[in-house]
């Protein structure tokens, strides 16, 4: 973004009296990368079916929001939930009959973190990205999953102005939100703010008419 006098002056009061959060005491994480939704995100009907064969899948199907639902100060929730066998929790799927039925309901092939490519009935099926997981867990371990249990400032990686949101906890996100762990509820109002609209295109980039709201760039927003 190129700027005039004027502008590269206000940009840089901006910048005087914040401090990047970068430099704050916080964390910021992307959300669940399943590596297959399909099977990984499940409706709310779904989610009643499985429970009701087995009342223990309960113990891991969460609601999920996904990008498109985060707006500016709210969420839209679409009735969608994730089955949350992260790596890092070490859950032995035996123990969920009815959570293992339906992910094998998709192929074990397909499911499988090898990387590898079968053809099964004549139709190429490739599975999912290599990893040191099992075949019914998500795709990223998921070490911070206890962030999940907080009320948290998220945002969508992509959008055309802010739109930070506080979300209670134990509500799941996928890969294209954001999470800071840390900042307070009053923040979201900076965040949020007019001069942030204008701001944070100086330092991002832009795709499909919205702004790029990466960790790499929302770090660098200065915060007073």
């Known amino acids: 973004m190129i700027l005039d006098s004027i502008e590269k002056s206000i940009k840089e009061k901006i910048e005087k009296l914040g401090t990047p959060l970068s430099e704050w005491d916080i964390k910021i994480n992307r959300g669940i990368l399943t590596g297959f939704n399909e099977a990984f995100i499940i409706s709310g009907i779904k989610r009643e079916e499985l429970i009701s064969k087995d009342p223990k899948s309960a113990e891991i199907i969460r609601p999920i929001l996904r990008g498109r639902d985060i707006k500016r100060y709210s969420y839209q929730y679409a009735d969608l939930n994730l089955i949350c066998t992260f ?131 929302v770090q660098r927003i200065p915060l007073p």
């Open 87 to 217: 790596p890092s929790r070490r859950y032995d799927i035996e123990n969920y009959p009815a959570v293992k039925r339906h992910l094998l309901n998709f192929g074990y092939e397909r499911l499988e973190q090898s990387g590898k490519l079968y053809v099964i009935n004549g139709e190429k099926i490739t599975s999912r990205k290599k990893t040191n997981n099992k075949w019914f867990e998500t795709q990223d371990s998921i070490s911070y999953w206890e962030d999940f249990n907080k009320q948290n400032i998220v945002w969508s990686d992509i959008a055309k102005e802010p739109s930070f949101v506080w979300l209670p906890e134990n509500i799941l996100f996928n890969n294209t939100i954001y999470m800071i762990v840390g900042l307070e509820k009053k923040d979201l109002a900076v965040l949020n703010s007019s001069l942030i609209k204008w701001y944070f295109p100086t330092i991002s980039s832009s795709l499909g008419g919205g702004n790029r709201y990466f960790k790499e760039f």
